[in-house]
């Protein structure tokens, strides 16, 4: 009796541990969709999906001459209870993931931080609204401190 007791705890538990998981994952869910914005007279498009109820899965594209150039892949996940950004650049770090931990998460704002990257250490998510998402990458590079702005457009 008092094993079957124990099973029932420790499945309740399972599941409810995967619920708050399934229900913190879907916290970000206004990232979903194409986002653009032109920076440096070039179109950059953002693209975030939730892949099942544990991942978002994102990249970067740069279109030049009608062309696309797929420039980063990026995931956002939830180990031990945090949210962590990962990035991966093609011809950066020799294609390793770089991995950013959440410092800030108030409202429409995300701010993952890796102090022990060369730059970017920061980097920002301003949710304004559901057609706009201001992004920026910022920290010290060579001891200059630098902000890059990207004000990205929702296309769908």
Same mark, same amino acid.
């Given at each position: 009796?008092?094993?079957?007791?124990? %099973?029932?705890?420790?499945?309740?538990?399972?599941?409810? #541990?995967?619920?708050?998981?399934?229900?913190? +994952?879907?916290? &970000?869910?206004?990232?979903?969709?194409? *986002?653009?914005?032109?920076?440096?007279?070039?179109?950059?498009?953002?693209?975030? @999906? &939730? =892949?099942?109820?544990?991942? *978002?899965?994102?990249?970067? #594209? &740069?279109?030049?001459?009608? =062309?696309?150039?797929?420039?980063?892949?990026?995931?956002?996940?939830?180990?031990?209870?945090?949210?962590?950004?990962?990035?991966? +650049?093609?011809? =950066?770090?020799?294609? &390793?993931?770089?991995?950013?931990?959440?410092? @800030?998460?108030?409202?429409? %704002?995300?701010?993952?931080?890796?102090?022990?990257?060369?730059?970017?250490?920061? +980097?920002?998510?301003?949710?304004?609204?559901?057609?706009?998402?201001?992004?920026? +990458?910022?920290?010290? /590079? =060579?001891? @200059?401190?630098? %902000?890059?702005?990207? /004000?990205?457009? %929702?296309?769908?």
């Amino acid at each position: 009796m008092m094993t079957n007791i124990f %099973r029932l705890v420790l499945f309740s538990s399972i599941l409810i #541990s995967c619920s708050a998981k399934k229900d913190k +994952i879907h916290e &970000l869910q206004r990232l979903n969709g194409e *986002w653009t914005t032109i920076f440096h007279g070039e179109t950059i498009s953002e693209k975030w @999906e &939730l =892949q099942g109820d544990t991942m *978002w899965v994102g990249n970067t #594209s &740069l279109l030049r001459d009608g =062309q696309s150039f797929m420039t980063e892949e990026m995931n956002i996940q939830l180990k031990d209870g945090k949210f962590v950004f990962c990035t991966s +650049i093609k011809d =950066q770090n020799e294609g &390793l993931e770089v991995k950013f931990t959440l410092k @800030e998460h108030s409202g429409n %704002r995300l701010v993952f931080e890796n102090l022990k990257h060369d730059f970017p250490q920061l +980097i920002t998510y301003d949710l304004k609204n559901d057609k706009e998402l201001n992004a920026y +990458i910022s920290g010290t /590079n =060579q001891g @200059e401190k630098i %902000r890059m702005d990207f /004000n990205y457009k %929702r296309v769908k």
